[in-house]
C-alpha cells in the first residue's frame, strides 16, 4: 500500500489539546491518532474498508453536537408536547367530575 504525506496547519489548540491527549492515554503517536480519526470520521476500519452498517450514519449517533436552531426546536416540541398533555389531562379530569 503506498502512502501520501500531509501537511495541516493552523491546528486550533483545543483541537491540539485532544489529539495530544489521546496520543499519550492510547500510547500511540500524534499521527497515528489522527489517521485512526480520519477512517474513524470517513467511515473506515483499519483495513480501509467502509465500515458495518452504521457507519453511515456515525455523524448522528452519539454525535452530541446540536447547533442553537436544533436545540431551539427540541425546546418548543417539548412545549407543545407538554401543553398538549396537559389539555388531555384537563380533559379527562373533566370527565370524571
Known sequence: MSTLQYTIR???ADVDRVIRKKAKLSGKSINQVIIDDMRHANGLNAT???GGALAGLEW???SGDLDD???RAIDEDD???KSLV???NTKLEDLFK
Open 79 to 81: 412545549r407543545i408536547q
Open 69 to 71: 436552531a436544533t436545540l
Open 10 to 12: 493552523n491546528i486550533p
Open 60 to 62: 448522528f449517533v452519539g
Open 86 to 88: 396537559q389539555k388531555e
Open 48 to 50: 480501509n474498508k467502509l
